[in-house]
């Protein structure tokens, strides 16, 4: 499989598990915390056979850059947590140093 479809779903099951996280309350709720467990244990093995094609400086940085955002994302929707001017200029940073990693330097595999 394309390793760029493995980070993409090592991101998705990565989102999945935070917002999991989010509705287990602290672990309280069972379903929502096996669900976090879950989604965590994927986005690890997921990324994990990624590791086995791509730098990991490029893949941890993509990675973690997406889920920064998705899951800020998620809580504006989902949970009607704030972001302010100042926020979004941080998220548009990480996202801008991604691409840097990514596309401008010699770190990436391309």
């Known amino acids: 499989m394309h390793p760029y479809v493995l980070l993409a779903g090592a991101i998705a099951a990565e989102l999945g598990g935070t ?3 989010e509705l287990s309350e ?3 709720k069972p379903l929502p915390g096996m669900g ?3 989604g965590y244990g994927v986005a690890f093995y997921l990324l994990s056979l990624t590791l086995e094609e791509l730098p990991i400086g ?3 940085a993509t990675w973690a850059a997406v889920g920064i955002v998705g ?3 998620i809580g504006v929707l989902a949970f009607d947590e704030p972001l302010d001017a100042a926020g979004v200029v941080g998220l548009v940073l990480i996202v801008a ?3 840097c990693v990514n ?8």
């Open 103 to 110: 596309v401008v330097s010699e770190v990436s595999a391309h």
């Open 97 to 99: 140093g991604v691409y």
């Open 19 to 21: 917002t999991a996280l």
């Open 71 to 73: 899951v800020a994302t």
């Open 58 to 60: 490029a893949v941890y």
């Open 26 to 28: 602290g672990f309280s």
């Open 36 to 38: 976090a467990v879950v």
